[in-house]
């Protein structure tokens, strides 16, 4: 699409009005302009979706988008100001984000204090909070998906893998969430889960703000089931009821469940109260994992220091704030 | 709560400024029967009004075979009906000759496709298109590898199918939820069911009905957890003792007096956050349908023809219930029941598809977000700072005083 302005005025400004300015990304079923809401003046991202062009007509991870934005506002999810069609091409309109939080993990230059990664972490689980108080699974959290705002809130986005949580006796598919960040359960191969998939990448991340680099990165599939039970210890019948009737359970290596004085050296920087936090979010059975209601009201949140107000938290040094929105290369899962 | 607002000008200020036509679609996922009654005499002429409905069960028929040998959940053929109802609210029936060519833009059958597509997507069941094209073409024995508009069957459905995909999605103004997002009806009978403490007997009398009204237009109506509650009291006021299931759970039979004492506790409102006057024209709706498709409905199958205890036939309990419940409140149609005001609403005519090629269109869900407020204040400044400069200023401001003319 090479016409720039959409130029529509109407009444009571009820209208589409924004411009496309620059193409920040191309991936297999969107383009990604950087934009303006000519009211407002207002940044915007367009992600511009080609319908009918491929096989299997409408993405279903646009409509996913779509879906599960249009129900929910909050400060800490991304909001999705319109959806238009123009050209026969469907457009979204998102909030431009121009930073995500792995962007700041990786730039070396900025220091976290223990104040920034609670306020980050803080903010994350309001976001998971109220995704999963409308049943919604985010289903692909990771730091590339915590976008931040230029007044420093941050916020969930890429609701492409969204789903509402399922009924009991349904499928879902265990080829879900980013692999680093993928809960146990996932790995292995389990049909039915719930909202804890979520909670457990949400405590891999914070690990990782803690430890500026990946906590599990695992090279593959089963890379990943080595390096996350070599750092949590091998599930067992004991601490993990029925975890030998999932399907991908089988001949694994027996590591020990690590102390706790071996995670105080891991998370050197680590309050007990954070430590806590992370083990509670991190337990390999799903239903010991903690929710987002405790998650929010542990004693971690309460400890000094207080988290950093979101205006003053860490930016990216302005030469590399690169005008990144949402990475458009979307994995298609089916 | 849905509104609509509509403007087109194209390039009629003489300026020199390209303008679009635009239009603003509010979601409005229902509406009442006289606004189906409207919206039907467009797209559905008289003549054709048998036709439409004796195709629609032959394609429901058909849906519910392909939803069934892909073993996807209810949920996914409701939706699918619900969309195929709401694809003729804004594009004219049309049937497809029998030509050697195949005139799939017309073929109701590829309409269905396109709606059991999108269903399966929105309903989180995937499946890949081509296998819902070769399970329906082969029910319907069509073959589709010979070669049609130079291309094979399967190939040109697929194409008008995607095409089809995209006028539907505006046909539901992108709004996924379906204006609820409560569960589907036939899962919610059971649930409410469940909670109510009602026995399995009557539960199932609930579901075989839910799964009766699901080929209506009721769903473009009252949303799913209305519905659900209506069949419930239906139900609980029928009392079904003699019920052919082939499971039949050997509980004690329950009493009418507890099944009365269960009615009289439920609270429309207060639990099941239910409007009343929506429940009503529901239980209205469900018992006109069987007074008078009683023969055709799947309840009736399942019944014995005639009722134990009274002597007479399933009807006229449908009859008698329907008596009782005639002064019931249902919802005031005085803001649609006359031709003049529902010709002023923009919402009830065909939608031109041209609109987003040419202009553009935008959908919302509705309109109480406060980012409007944004986009007023902004457009308030703007008419002053144009009254202070231009001379478009006094058609500007007017404009954002009175919208439409």
Not at chain 1, 242 to 249: D, G
């Amino acid at each position: 699409m090479t016409s720039t302005i959409t130029n529509v005025q109407v009444a009571n400004s009820t209208c589409s009005n924004y411009s496309k300015d620059r193409k920040v990304g191309e991936g297999t079923y969107a383009v990604v302009y950087l934009g303006k809401q000519l009211s407002t003046d207002r940044r915007t991202a367009i992600k511009e979706i080609k319908t009918g062009l491929f096989k299997d007509g409408l993405d279903m991870s646009a409509l996913r988008e779509v879906k599960y934005l249009q129900e929910m506002k909050h400060e800490n999810v991304i909001e999705l100001i319109d959806v238009f069609s123009a050209s026969n091409s469907l457009n979204l309109v998102l909030e431009y984000l121009p930073c995500d939080l792995e962007m700041l993990i990786k730039e070396q230059s900025i220091i976290f204090k223990p104040s920034d990664i609670k306020s980050w972490i803080l903010m994350t689980l309001r976001g998971v909070h109220h995704c999963h108080r409308n049943f919604i699974l985010h289903r692909d959290l990771k730091p590339n998906n915590l976008l931040i705002s230029p007044s420093g809130q941050l916020k969930l986005a890429d609701f492409g893998l969204a789903r509402s949580l399922g009924n009991p006796g349904e499928d879902l598919t265990s080829n879900v969430v980013t692999r680093w960040y993928r809960a146990p359960e996932l790995l292995f191969g389990a049909r039915h889960y719930t909202e804890a998939i979520d909670i457990w990448a949400v405590g891999i991340i914070f690990a990782e703000l803690m430890l500026r680099t990946p906590y599990l990165p695992g090279k593959d599939d089963v890379d990943q089931l080595d390096v996350t039970f070599r750092a949590l210890g091998t599930p067992t019948e004991q601490n993990w009821p029925n975890v030998s009737s999932l399907p991908l359970y089988n001949s694994l290596r027996v590591y020990p469940p690590p102390s706790r004085q071996e995670l105080r050296n891991r998370f050197s920087a680590a309050t007990e109260k954070a430590l806590d936090l992370i083990i509670q979010m991190t337990q390999l059975d799903p239903n010991m994992r903690c929710a987002s209601t405790e998650a929010l009201l542990h004693d971690y949140f309460l400890e000094m220091p207080r988290a950093t107000d979101p205006s003053e938290l860490p930016q990216m040094p302005s030469k590399k704030k690169s005008e990144k929105n949402e990475p458009p290369q979307k994995k298609v899962k089916v | 709560m849905s509104e609509l607002r509509r403007d087109e000008k194209e390039g009629e200020n003489g300026n020199s400024q390209r303008t679009f036509p635009s239009i603003v679609q509010v979601a409005r996922p229902f509406f009442t029967s006289a606004e189906l009654k409207h919206l039907h005499s467009f797209t559905i002429p008289d003549h054709k009004k048998l036709s439409y409905n004796q195709r629609k069960h032959q394609i429901y028929h058909f849906v519910f075979n392909i939803v069934r040998v892909l073993k996807f959940p209810l949920r996914v053929l409701a939706t699918t009906m619900n969309y195929y109802q709401r694809y003729y609210l804004f594009n004219s029936f049309e049937e497809a000759s029998d030509g050697e060519e195949p005139d799939f833009e017309k073929d109701p059958y590829t309409v269905a496709l396109a709606c059991l597509f999108l269903a399966f997507k929105n309903e989180d069941c995937i499946k890949k298109l081509k296998d819902i094209q070769s399970v329906g073409n082969k029910m319907r024995e069509v073959d589709d590898k010979v070669k049609v508009h130079n291309m094979s069957y399967a190939d040109a459905q697929r194409k008008v199918i995607m095409h089809m995909e995209f006028k539907l999605l505006q046909v539901i103004k992108f709004d996924f939820k379906n204006g609820s997002n409560v569960q589907s009806v036939d899962q919610l009978v059971v649930k409410i069911g469940k909670k109510l403490g009602i026995d399995y007997k009557t539960t199932m009398f609930c579901w075989l009905i839910s799964f009766d009204i699901m080929s209506t237009p009721l769903c473009l109506v009252i949303p799913p957890h209305c519905i659900a509650l209506a069949i419930i009291i239906v139900s609980l006021n029928l009392k079904p003792k003699d019920l052919n299931t082939k499971y039949n759970k050997a509980d004690a039979p329950t009493s009418p007096e507890y099944l009365n004492s269960i009615l009289e506790k439920i609270d429309c409102y207060e639990d099941f956050r239910c409007p009343e006057t929506l429940v009503n024209e529901g239980i209205l709706y469900i018992l006109d349908y069987y007074v008078h498709q009683m023969s055709f409905s799947i309840l009736n199958e399942f019944m014995p023809a005639v009722d134990a205890e009274t002597g007479k036939e399933q009807i006229f309990k449908f009859m008698e219930l329907k008596s009782r419940f005639n002064d019931l409140k249902v919802l005031s149609q005085k803001s649609c029941n006359n031709y003049s005001i529902l010709n002023q609403d923009e919402y009830l005519k065909i939608w031109d598809y041209n609109i987003g090629s040419k202009g553009c269109s935008r959908f919302i869900l509705g309109i109480k977000r406060r980012r409007f407020n944004l986009e007023l204040d902004a457009v308030e400044k703007g008419a002053i700072e144009d009254e202070n400069g231009s001379d478009n200023a006094e058609e500007d401001s007017s404009r954002v005083v009175s919208p439409s003319t």
